[in-house]
């Protein structure tokens, strides 16, 4: 990769983290630049007009073009690497785990755990309150539907890590902040201990 690379982000977010995790096992440098979304970093008319007009983060700067979307961010990064596979099928059903993280997990696991540990019970609205449960049976159901694909396999797709490994990995692995019982997912904590005892593997904290 020639061009620079820089990730605006919050660390603290599992969608930014994806990025860097990608970025480590393709031994890409990546420049960071954080944001604090909790004082609306990412709602100022600079940054709406300069780098994502959704508003959020993470976005991967190439050069001078802005690349809004972590999953779309990781791949950019991963392109030509063996974090894709080669073969049409199996990068077809890496995407379609990646399509199914944004619908079916991240916006349950990921979203439970932000309103749990960042904004708190007590701050929430009642429109939000209403939707924890709806949101905590989405997440079971996302779990357990993981948990029986890895029953019988080390991976998602194929035989080595994908990056449908990494964009689930990231929410899943903090799910217990949202208060998920990960120990009810025997294959899910077999798969979380290969995915952190790679050599190329960066703890979400670095
Ligand atoms: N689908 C997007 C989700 C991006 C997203 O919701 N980012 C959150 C943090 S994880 C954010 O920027 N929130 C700040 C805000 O909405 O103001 C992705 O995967 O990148």
Redesign the pocket.
Known sequence: MTEKLILHE?AA????YKVRLTAAQVGVPLERREYD?MK?E??TPEFLAKVDA?????VLQIGDRFL????A?CFYIADGSPLIPSDPFDRADMLRWMFWE?YHH?PNI?TLR?WLQYIGLDALGEVRRLQIVPKRQAGIAALELMDRHLTNRDWFVGDSMTLADICLFAYTHVADEADFDLELYPSIIGWMERMMTDPRHVAFGD
């Open positions: 919050y977010s599992g969608n930014c979304i609306g990412t709602r959704n508003g959020r983060i993470p809004a979307e972590s999953n961010a944004q991240e990921a932000f």
